[in-house]
Each structure stands twice: as structure tokens, then as C-alpha cells.
């Protein structure tokens, strides 16, 4: 099992922040492998050993209204269902999603009907989200979302075209 503890941030700036997450995540995946051996496609489950189960539908064009920083970017939206096969609670919001579109890290983008907190899930319950990412180009390219619990576990990959 990989050690993703990460230290105390409080007295870290926002942007800071938002760079050593970037940088725990690539060298989290660097020290416990890629884990890219075993991509699976948007749209098929998932199982971490732990017992969560994700699927992520197929990532779609997203409205924006004037919420994207480039021109040349645009945002893409993906469905993620969460499946708690645990003993006990889990808490949704462990579960962290890094997205690169074309090889490039996609940011999270807040669009309409998505949210930056999300619920508890008792055991043997499932529920599903919306996430959303901007691309940096207008074509079709390829993309590729890792998912991540708080628990050390390899990450699990999906791909496809966004």
C-alpha cells in the first residue's frame, strides 16, 4: 500500500494549495506506479479492494456560459456513480478525481448541477454526482480520468474521448 498522507496546509495560500495537490498527485502515482496498466473504459465498473465501486459515464459537452478563463477551452461533464459495499459509512468527498485531456491536466470547472461537496453513503447504498473538466482544445482528444480513495489504494484509470 502507497502512504498518501499529506501535511498540514492551514497556513498554505489557496493557490499554493491548488500546486502541491498537483504535485502529490504525480508523485503519489510515481512512488505506488501508475496503476495505467489496467485502464478501463468510461462507462464500466470498478472495485478498489476496500470495496468501493466507481463508474464514470462517457464525459459530454457541458453549457458554460462564460465560465471558462480561454477561448479555445471548453468543459466536458461526466456522471460519477459511487457504490459503498463497505461495513460502514463513507465519505464521498474522499474520493478525488485528476482528469488530462490530450496528456494535459483538465482542471475541475462548477458548472450548473455540479457542487464542490457531496454526501456521506451509508453502507450498501450507492449515489451519483456530476464532475466537470475543461479541455484545452476544441477537438475531440483523448481523455483519461484517474479516481483515488483516501485509503492508499492503487488509483483506478477510465478512458475514452472527450
Known sequence: MCDTTTADTHAVT????????????????????????????????????????????QPQPAKTEGVLPEPDTRAVVAEITVVNNRQEVYDTNQLQTIATADGRVANGVLIEGTSLTRPSLPAGQKVTYKEAWMVPTRQSVPFRLQVSTSFGERPLFFEGEA
Not at 491548488?18 to 495505467?36: E, K, W
Request: proline content about 9%; glycine content about 14%.
Open 14 to 57: 489557496p493557490r499554493a494549495l491548488g500546486l502541491t495537490t498537483v504535485i502529490a498527485a504525480v508523485l503519489a502515482a510515481a512512488a505506488c506506479g501508475s496503476g495505467g496498466d489496467d485502464p478501463k473504459p468510461f462507462g464500466q465498473r470498478q472495485t478498489f479492494p476496500s470495496g468501493i465501486t466507481v463508474e464514470i459515464t
